[in-house]
């Protein structure tokens, strides 16, 4: 029976280990990837949802995240030509 040397079938081998290693570790980046989008998904609906309750306190603002000051929003009105 022919056989490849011992050294080309290690070096097979590593090959083929360091293959597996990389795709393992994507697919736990992936997972990683998929929980940190919905952590982001829930994180935007709290937003949203204190974003309701200054709304509703203070009406439409801008708050300086500095010290906490707020400007209201002017709303621009149509002018019909």
């Known amino acids: 029976m022919k056989k490849i040397e011992k050294e080309e079938l290690q ?23 998929h929980q940190l989008l919905h952590d982001v998904a829930d994180l935007n609906d709290i937003v949203n949802q204190t974003k309701k309750e ?9 708050v300086n995240l500095e010290d906490g000051t707020y400007t209201p929003i002017e709303k621009k009105e149509d002018v019909e030509h």
């Open 11 to 33: 070096k097979i081998k590593d090959q083929q280990m360091k293959t597996a290693t990389i795709l393992n570790e994507i697919g736990y980046l992936e997972s990683r990837k």
């Open 54 to 62: 200054l709304t509703e306190k203070y009406g439409d603002v801008n």
